[in-house]
């Protein structure tokens, strides 16, 4: 029993320096997450700001030009959030590898720019649910003391959506990493694909399937752990 | 020094103000009663267009507020707003609360905001909740604390909506005091109330609004002593 694991283990990971194809994924699998995430953020604060000026400018009723190019732009933000929660990410990616960027050399840059296109809709949504927790009484107060519509979202709501925004976005995050174990799709080698290339190799699926799933899980209940922590920290901060 | 012209409101297919003409002079205390649904708070929120009205005018110091070129932010800095909820910010210290404003105007520096933060706070003896987050305030030192809040920005008239509504039964009377010494200051006031004592002792003039309607108005003795419009009339059996 011991020999057949060591066996298991020595062939998974040392022969042929093996796991520095596990490192390698391993790699792979933290910047794509980490650079979607970052373009995922800036795509969703963009689309969500659009949205709240949108909106307060539909409110106003007042028909300028600037409000008429903010619906338009709105129009194209929703239909943009639609289509990327409304198709698989996988066809997502596939679109963006063969259509999109077809051609382009370095897959590792197409993954990131397509995980983060995804990724911003779903953060937009985020951002928009944390706008609108807070009590529209807040941005009454702000508006009628005279703060600018930009001035009431910057120094009023936002700093308190935050507090709803922050958990949500970072359990957007751990959805991401997982969602990346498709790279494969476009052979390029994260850590899903890494453990496919060495179980293809050894003909062994425990050690490499297994190790692949653990490393997730260790990074995933991590992270979510943290989660729990600063959601438990931005509660306290509203009792003082 | 506010002139209504007009004023309609409609939300979707209900008409809440019809028709409402009203001018208010400086110096005058303007009491706004009337059952649930007649339209008062709308009318005192069109008074500074956190209500936009559907048709007709509101013209403050000569400005029409219902110009579109108009720049509201500025004369809002003018009009003073309590609402019901306090709409205190919670993420913002007492103090904060009360120089936010002013120094977004750059009426005031940090000094000058923070001085005249503090004398208005002495003059409601809660000098040292300064630097205390609102949560820590009972309801009646909230909604004291959201009126001097509005006087920091020197407002020539101010809009009372419902300001003591919200509030336990024993905290009415320091609200109320409070506004009180204000109309014996000269104070130019709107206010929407419930508490016909007040309106009586506080107000030059009180308005009776019934379905959207201005129905009855008269100088405070007059309006309870000798009620003339039926609905006037059944109303103040309701609520005397």
């Known amino acids: 029993m011991f020999e057949a694991l060591k066996e298991g283990f020595i062939r998974t990971f040392i022969r042929d320096n093996r796991y520095k194809v596990f490192v390698q994924g391993f790699k792979n699998t933290i910047i794509i997450t980490l650079t979607a995430a970052v373009i995922g953020i800036l795509i969703g604060i963009v689309v969500s700001l659009i949205h709240a000026l949108a909106q307060s400018a539909r409110n106003k009723k007042r028909k300028t030009p600037g409000a008429m190019v903010l619906n338009v732009l709105d129009k194209i933000c929703a239909a943009y959030v639609a289509l990327m929660r409304g198709t698989p990410l996988a066809i997502q990616l596939m679109i963006m590898t063969f259509i999109i960027m077809g051609g382009f050399p370095n897959k590792v840059i197409v993954c990131c720019i397509a995980f983060g296109v995804n990724s911003g809709a779903y953060v937009s949504e985020v951002i928009r649910g944390g706008i609108a927790s807070v009590d529209i009484g807040q941005t009454e107060a702000g508006r009628s003391l005279g703060l600018s519509e930009l001035a009431t979202l910057r120094l009023i709501v936002l700093p308190q959506a935050v507090k709803n925004i922050l958990p949500a976005l970072c359990n957007e995050g751990i959805a991401v990493l997982k969602e990346t174990s498709i790279c494969g799709l476009i052979s390029v080698v994260d850590l899903t694909r890494a453990g496919d290339l060495i179980r293809s190799r050894t003909m062994s699926p425990y050690f490499t399937l297994i190790t692949v799933a653990l490393i997730y899980f260790i990074l995933v209940f991590g992270l979510s752990k943290a989660v729990g922590r600063l959601e438990r920290r931005l509660a306290q901060s509203d009792r003082h | ?240």
């Open chain 2, 1 to 240: 020094m506010i002139d209504i012209k007009g004023l309609h409101k409609d939300f979707g297919d209900l008409k809440v103000l019809k028709n409402i003409d009203l001018h208010i002079d400086k110096g005058e205390r303007v009491v706004i009663i009337g059952p649930s649904g007649s339209g008062k708070s709308t009318l005192l929120r069109c008074m500074n267009l956190l209500e936009v009205p559907t048709a007709g005018q509101v013209i403050f110091e000569g400005t029409d507020l219902t110009d579109p070129k108009t720049d509201l932010d500025t004369v809002r800095c003018k009009m003073g707003m309590v609402f019901q909820q306090f709409n205190l910010f919670p993420h913002k210290t007492i103090l904060q609360n009360m120089t936010l404003a002013p120094r977004y105007h750059k009426l005031m520096n940090e000094a000058q905001a923070n001085e005249t933060a503090m004398r208005l706070l002495d003059r409601i003896g809660l000098a040292d909740k300064a630097n205390v987050y609102p949560s820590t305030l009972s309801g009646g030192q909230k909604q004291r604390v959201a009126i001097v809040r509005a006087l920091a920005m020197g407002p020539d008239v101010m809009l009372f909506d419902e300001p003591t509504s919200a509030l336990d039964p024993e905290m009415v009377g320091e609200v109320l005091e409070l506004i009180k010494e204000l109309a014996d200051d000269g104070m130019t006031m709107a206010i929407v109330t419930h508490e016909m004592g007040f309106a009586r002792e506080v107000g030059t003039r009180v308005l009776f609004m019934d379905e959207g309607t201005i129905a009855a108005q008269d100088e405070p003795k007059a309006f309870f002593e000798n009620p003339q419009n039926p609905r006037l009339k059944d109303f103040l059996s309701k609520v005397l």
